[in-house]
Every structure is written in structure tokens, then in C-alpha cells.
């Protein structure tokens, strides 16, 4: 009788109970007024000043300012970065750890 593959098992497990929990610390990033303060509004203030940065600078206008977004929005932004963020990192370490 051929052995259960209980790693493999236990990543998959793992994967499935990390989207939820990827929610909940999305949903808690929107909430807690700390965490959007000091982490959330900054992560998506940067990451959208990279994102025009670069696409301006592929379109040929290199010296465009970059405006700030609105509250509203960035937490949005910020939020989904971090919720993608926490999986992409959970997933690369499960792999790493892995092999």
C-alpha cells in the first residue's frame, strides 16, 4: 500500500486556511484605524507612485508628478495589496520549505 502524501496534504490545508485569514486581515486593515494609518496608506501610497513612475516612464514622460491618492481609495489599494501579499509570501514559503 502506497504511503499518504501528508505534506502535500498539510500545504493544501495550509493554502485553504489562509484565504480566509487573508480576508479577515484585509477587512481588519480597513478597520483598525492604527494599522491604516501607519502600514496600509503608506504601502498604497507607494505602490501607486512605483506604478505611475513606471508607466509614465515607458510612455516617454519621465518628469510627470505624481498626485496623491484619496483615503478612500488607497485603503482600498492597500488593503488588496496586503491580503495578495500575505498568500504570495505564505505560498513561496510553503514551496521553499518544500523543496
Known sequence: MPAL???KMAILAVKQVAKPISKGLKEG???SRVFKNYIIL???QGVHWIDVK???TLM???NAKVYKMN???AVEYGAEFI???FLYALG???LLWEY
Open 60 to 62: 516617454g514622460a519621465s
Open 5 to 7: 502524501p501528508l505534506g
Open 29 to 31: 486593515a480597513k478597520n
Open 42 to 44: 503608506p504601502v498604497a
Open 83 to 85: 491580503s495578495e501579499f
Open 54 to 56: 513606471v508607466k509614465t
Open 71 to 73: 483615503e478612500k481609495l
Open 92 to 94: 513561496a514559503g510553503l
